[in-house]
Antibody, heavy 123, light 107 residues
Framework: HLQLQESGPGLVKPSETLSLTCAVS??????????WGWIRQPPGKGLEWIGS???????YYNPSLRSRVTISVDTSKNQFSLKLSSVTAADTAVYYC???????????????WGQGTMVTVSS | EIVLTQSPGTLSLSPGERATLSCRAS???????LAWYQQRPGQAPRLLIY???SRATGIPDRFSGSGSATDFTLTISRLEPEDFAVYYC????????FGGGTKVEIK
């Protein structure tokens, strides 16, 4: 069955770029018509959608983060990535990658999630 | 942006009791595209309900969703020990936004 696994540095300095990867196993990104997503959760707080992308490269971002976010896909490695630039302490959070219940469009609920990875922004 | 307000913030109940959680939207949720998630400590969210009232695969029938337009409800008919967790609503009719969560704790 499909599994997602996030990876990347657990500590990022302020003003630098946060980079995370989500490895997909048990299925192919390029052979499935889904909008793969990133969601984050600051410690003790709620969930925030960051953005989603189609396997072909179309992207959709949260307007509040759009100027700093880039989501990309590497179909050869069956993974997709998140880059968030100019980070501050407010970007400290658990970052999840996820797949929605179907590929109708990017505005769908997520039924498969990675375990999440904690990223702390601190000098 | 559609803002989702969940209430109460915390619900203190005993196992076997009925839980009723509310999610109110700042404007109408397109086609009732409203989902509910459960999140246990240290775990990723789990999809319970989508389309306001459809249970996701493998979700027990003690979980039910209802509502339309701007007012939605998640009901847990009889709380099991594993149901004590935080619950989030999400609208996906106009972009994607989540509510602030309701914690269901053991009384």
């Amino acid at each position: 069955h499909l599994q997602l696994q996030e990876s990347g540095p657990g500590l990022v300095k302020p003003s630098e770029t946060l980079s995370l990867t989500c490895a997909v196993s048990g299925g192919s990104i390029s052979r499935s018509s889904y909008y793969w997503g990133w969601i984050r959760q600051p410690p003790g707080k709620g969930l925030e959608w960051i953005g989603s992308m189609y396997y072909s490269g179309s992207t959709y971002y949260n307007p509040s983060l759009r100027s700093r976010v880039t989501i990309s896909v590497d179909t050869s490695k069956n993974q997709f990535s998140l880059k968030l630039s100019s980070v501050t302490a407010a970007d400290t959070a658990v970052y999840y990658c996820a797949r929605p219940i179907d590929g109708y469009n990017f505005e769908r609920p997520f039924d498969i999630w990675g375990q999440g990875t904690m990223v702390t922004v601190s000098s | 942006e559609i803002v989702l307000t969940q209430s109460p913030g915390t619900l203190s109940l005993s196992p076997g009791e009925r839980a009723t959680l509310s999610c109110r939207a700042s404007r109408t949720v397109y086609t009732n595209y409203l989902a509910w998630y459960q999140q246990r400590p240290g775990q990723a969210p789990r999809l319970l309900i989508y389309g306001a009232s459809s249970r996701a695969t493998g979700i027990p029938d003690r979980f039910s969703g209802s509502g339309s337009a701007t007012d939605f409800t998640l009901t847990i008919s009889r709380l099991e020990p594993e149901d004590f967790a935080v619950y989030y609503c999400q609208q996906y009719g106009t972009s994607l936004t989540f509510g602030g969560g309701t914690k269901v704790e053991i009384k």
